[in-house]
Nanobody, 124 residues
Framework: QVQLVESGGGLVQSGGSLRLSCAASGRTFSTYAMGWFRQAPGNKREFVAVIDSNGRTTLTADSVKGRFAISRDDAKNTVYLQMHSLKPEDTAVYYC?????????????????WGQGTQVTVSS
């Protein structure tokens, strides 16, 4: 069992930056691939980024490529999402998720554990 708790969301102006954190419980954190998803009102949950269990491979969605970066610190059982050059269309609830095995990182069904989400609002 893995419990995930996101933090770091808030209100930021367009062009600003935020860093989201996701703290995980459990001693097996380092064995999980970790992903970030987001969901805006009325929209489906959207893949944002993923990092493999080794921390060597990352993948980011085209919509955030070059602006967002995912990283992990296994010593702290934490995964991060650094967001720069934020746009109003980045406004959403951001969720972190954990997957023990993953074939299609953008498929939310492959993730076994989810956090409760943190709200990010970007004003224009």
């Amino acid at each position: 069992q893995v419990q995930l708790v996101e933090s770091g969301g808030g209100l930021v102006q367009s062009g600003g930056s935020l860093r989201l954190s996701c703290a995980a419980s459990g001693r097996t954190f380092s064995t999980y691939a970790m992903g970030w998803f987001r969901q805006a009102p009325g929209n489906k949950r959207e893949f944002v980024a993923v990092i493999d269990s080794n921390g060597r491979t990352t993948l980011t969605a085209d919509s955030v490529k070059g602006r967002f970066a995912i990283s992990r610190d296994d010593a702290k059982n934490t995964v991060y999402l650094q967001m720069h050059s934020l746009k109003p269309e980045d406004t959403a609830v951001y969720y972190c998720a954990a997957a023990s095995r993953i074939s299609f990182p953008s498929n939310s069904n492959e993730y076994e554990y989810w956090g409760q989400g943190t709200q990010v609002t970007v004003s224009s």
